[in-house]
């Protein structure tokens, strides 16, 4: 299952994510931003990532060199997976704007729909490249203002969905179900506390550095 979170900042979009993969085990996130605590690893060391996954630990990687470890994270999960089609797992990638995923196209196309989640943030749909839009499952949409950011989600879900994006308000969003083109639910402010998991205090990277 994929999901795709989409929308200005801090609306939301990581902690819906997030709110999503926690109940999965294991779990790996991917922070670029450093906004979440707990199992930190700055690097993919691939050995410890495979007995942490085996464990059914929640890892969070928070890389020193974006280019490296996603590839490395990608090879990673899939080796894992490959080695038995029935186990479960829940990935949340943020902040994609800043990766490259092509080492992640066996992930997203071959794994176990049904027991795999993965949950992608984006600030912009333009950023969201046309082989995803084409296997997603679920859109999360929060609100966007730029023309033609509201352009490309006209052309995905339809000019009744482009107007309430640009109304939506702070942890407002739409879910519109990719495959069956048609909005599911519209979450209010009111609805927030259903899902709202509040992310721990940020960290960078460095200060994670001996």
Not at 82 to 100: A, F, N, Y
């Amino acid at each position: 299952m994929i999901t795709v979170c989409i929308g200005r900042r801090e609306l939301g979009k990581s902690t819906l994510g997030y709110y999503m993969v926690q109940k999965i085990s294991p779990r790996v996130i991917f922070d670029p931003r450093a906004q979440f605590q707990g199992n930190i690893q700055t690097t993919v060391d691939p050995d410890a990532l495979l007995t942490m996954l085996d464990n059914n630990q929640e890892v969070i990687i928070q890389p020193l060199h974006l280019e490296d470890d996603t590839q490395a994270l990608a090879e990673v999960l899939q080796q894992w997976l490959s080695e038995d089609k029935t186990r479960r797992l829940g990935v949340l990638i943020d902040e994609v704007g800043l990766l490259d995923l092509s080492a992640w196209d066996w992930l997203f196309r071959c794994s176990e729909r049904g027991l795999v989640q993965f949950v992608l943030t984006f600030h912009r749909p333009v950023d969201l490249h046309t082989d995803m839009r084409a296997i997603m499952d679920t859109l999360c949409l929060f609100r966007m203002t730029m023309p033609n950011d509201l352009d490309v989600i006209e052309n995905m879900c339809g000019a009744a969905v482009r107007d309430q994006v640009e109304t939506l308000q702070e942890f407002e969003f739409i879910v519109f179900d990719a495959a069956r083109g048609e909005v599911k639910r519209t979450f209010r402010k009111q609805d927030r506390a259903s899902w709202y998991v509040p992310l721990r205090a940020r960290r960078s990277p460095a200060e994670l550095l001996p």
